[in-house]
């Protein structure tokens, strides 16, 4: 349902927002999204988020990069798995 409502490419661009208020709900919900199905994770993989990860996960503000950090471990658990198929 969340992959076929097109938010994912919607909400992936605003990761570049320069106010936290709005970058963190937008960074939680994507992290959100990657815990779901199979499906969800890759979508979010296809929206683009891996070039934005670096940036987030290194970000000064505490809540982002912790949450940067979750998304890029359950992404990185999802491409092992795929690739171990």
Do not use: F, W
């Not at 709900?25 to 779901?36: A, F, S, W, Y």
């Not at 891996?50 to 809540?63: E, F, K, V």
């Amino acid at each position: 349902m969340v992959v076929e409502s097109g938010v994912i490419p919607v909400l992936v661009p605003i990761l570049t927002h320069p106010d936290n208020k709005v970058l963190l709900p937008v960074l939680r919900t994507l992290g959100n999204i990657t815990t779901g199905s199979t499906e969800e994770t890759q979508a979010v993989l296809d929206g683009g988020i891996l070039p934005y990860l670096p940036n987030l996960a290194t970000d000064t503000t505490p809540d982002i990069s912790a949450v940067g950090h979750a998304i890029s471990r359950v992404l990185l658990r999802a491409c092992k798995r795929s690739s171990a198929h």
